[in-house]
């Protein structure tokens, strides 16, 4: 009877998310992250399209937040920059000198494109909220980060 309720009381819940539009993200709602993948409105979502056309645009600036292991594991997507996550605020505040001394890569504006990934387009939903939150207007998550790209591209995943 108790697991009879419960799933009573669950539907229930989902049917009133579903009537008043709330989204939620990992136990809180999306307007603490907007970038959360789970919730994140698809202007704010770079396509596996956009990626592999980022060559023709070297004015967006790809940024994996993925661990160096994580990359010497995998590979890289190309034209990304490695930004650990841990460090991301922390870079994107860097002078543009260093900025560019460090990545080789002119350090993006407040209004120049930013791409965020990952493994799996949860921390790059962090750091894209990390991004947004310093200033920059024109971030993007690529939700399908490394797993979508390592398999249309025959590419290791671990």
């Not at 990992?26 to 789970?38: E, P, Y």
Request: aromatic share 6%.
């Amino acid at each position: 009877m108790a697991s009879r309720f419960s799933a009573l009381v669950s539907l229930s819940t989902l049917a009133l998310v579903l009537l008043v539009g709330v989204r939620r993200c990992h136990g809180g709602d999306c307007s603490v992250n907007k970038f959360d993948k789970s919730c994140i409105d698809p202007k704010l979502v770079a396509s596996y399209d956009e990626i592999v056309d980022l060559p023709n645009h070297p004015e967006k600036l790809l940024v994996d937040v993925r661990n160096p292991e994580e990359l010497a594991a995998t590979g890289v997507i190309p034209t990304s920059i490695n930004i650990p996550l841990k460090t991301v605020a922390d870079e994107l505040k860097l002078s543009p000198e260093a900025f560019q001394a460090k990545y080789g890569r002119k350090k993006p504006a407040e209004s120049d494109p930013i791409i965020f990934s990952c493994r799996s387009g949860v921390r790059a939903g962090m750091a894209a909220n990390e991004a947004d939150k310093l200033g920059f207007k024109n971030v993007k998550n690529y939700v399908g980060s490394w797993l979508e790209y390592a398999e249309k591209n025959g590419l290791p995943l671990e």
